[in-house]
């Protein structure tokens, strides 16, 4: 009897044409999660199996297919050869010691001897013998022992179906450019659009030594957990600290933040062009601070030239953006006490609804082209 894990996938099917593109990217992605765990896998019938694995690896495969998008659920499975006997000894391993449960039957090999509620029925009633705290509910019953009685004179015999991540895979919907703070949003953001099975690599701005090492250490591995879900990504990092301080020096303080959010617009659009990416993503989330106003983002999207700005969050509330930062296992991280950039000078009185013409006539007082290119010369790129 041998262990396997079943895959069943989600809105593939909805791709007609394109099925088998969608299949073989779905594929590529499930390997490249499971690299360096000895294991096969195989098509079957519209699912995938996970095979030849060391029974002690199931822990670690099912972690890790849990972040591939575009898997419905999972579940771990007994295959055998398809006769009752070797069914029912699965099944009893499948079964709970105690509880109500019912058997479910799917026959797709039409040539086995009972047909689905005779198999259902006779498993059902050898284990109500064999176990006598057992009993039978139909209806609402805590366990479901399950049997696919396969064409290819195999049976799969499982208990519980585990959720997936759900989405597309990654790499079906181009490629996005996440803007990454250390904070709980950004992450958040790159997740939901990566689920949509767009790749990612992200950019992160410093202003070293305003903000200290711990803070880049902190995106890094915001970005490293990103990456298990986006199949790899590349980290670019930039140094903003000269902008700030000519923005401090030349301009109103109270636009800083205004302003620099401008220059990371900028930057993000070359850095966008340079590795393919078709957008930018930010992690803004409609009134949350002072400069995530209607106004603020008119203000910053006015020096994208060409791309469109993606705000997966822009409707969600904090505790919604927690709970999810949590789920995908970002949140611990994010907490992590350590400055952003955008902390740094930061005003007391920020404007939260700039005016055109007042950031403009600012932002007259600064060599944008220039800093914009000395900032790109800072650039360090992380792969993952
Ligand atoms: P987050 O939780 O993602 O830090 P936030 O609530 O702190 O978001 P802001 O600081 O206003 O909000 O940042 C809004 C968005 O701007 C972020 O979600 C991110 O996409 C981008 N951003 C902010 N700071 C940086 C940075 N240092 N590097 C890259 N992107 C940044
Ligand atoms: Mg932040």
Excluded: W
Aim: proline fraction near 3%; include cysteine; charged fraction near 25%.
């Amino acid at each position: 009897m041998e262990k396997v894990i079943i895959i069943r996938y989600c809105e593939l099917y909805l791709k007609g044409k394109n099925r088998g593109y969608f299949e073989r990217l779905f594929a590529v992605n499930i390997e490249r999660s499971l690299k360096g765990i000895r294991h096969e896998l195989r098509r079957k019938s519209g699912r995938y199996l996970i095979e030849g694995f060391e029974e002690d690896d199931v822990d670690r495969i099912l972690s890790k297919l849990c972040k591939v998008f575009g898997i419905h659920t999972l579940s771990v499975a007994y295959k055998v050869s398809s006769d009752f006997d070797n069914i029912y000894a699965a099944a009893r391993l499948v079964a709970p010691l105690c509880g109500t449960f019912k058997v479910e039957t799917h026959r797709a090999d039409k040539s086995f001897p009972m047909n689905s509620m005779q198999l259902s029925a006779a498993i059902g009633g050898r284990l109500l013998d064999d176990v006598k705290s057992l009993s039978v509910d139909v209806h609402s019953p805590e366990h479901v022992v399950n049997i696919d009685v396969r064409e290819d004179g195999t049976s799969l015999v499982f208990g519980s179906f585990i959720k997936g991540a759900g989405g597309m895979p990654v790499g079906s919907a181009g490629k996005g450019l996440l803007l990454i703070s250390g904070g709980i949003d950004s992450p958040v953001a790159g997740h939901m659009i990566a689920k949509r099975g767009m790749s990612l690599d992200c950019v992160h701005f410093h202003s070293y030594p305003y903000t200290n090492m711990q803070a880049k250490e902190k995106v890094i591995d915001l970005a490293k957990i990103l990456s298990e879900y986006a199949c790899g990504m590349n980290l670019h990092v930039i140094k903003v600290t000269h902008i700030q301080e000519e923005i401090h020096k030349k301009c109103n303080g109270e636009y800083m933040v205004t302003l620099l959010r401008r220059f990371m617009m900028r930057i993000a659009e070359k850095i966008a062009e340079s590795c393919g990416a078709q957008c930018i993503i930010t992690g803004e989330s409609l009134g949350q601070v002072a400069s995530q106003t209607i106004e603020g983002m008119t203000s910053s999207n006015a020096v994208i030239e060409r791309l469109p700005v993606l705000r997966p969050l822009c409707g969600f509330d904090k505790n919604e953006i927690i709970e999810r930062s949590k789920d995908i296992g970002t949140y611990d991280i994010s907490i992590l006490p350590y400055e952003d950039c955008c902390t740094v000078f930061l005003p007391k009185h920020p404007v939260t609804r700039p005016k055109m013409e007042d950031v403009l006539s600012e932002e007259a007082k600064l060599d944008v082209q220039a800093l914009v290119a000395e900032a790109l010369s800072t650039l360090e790129i992380i792969k993952f």
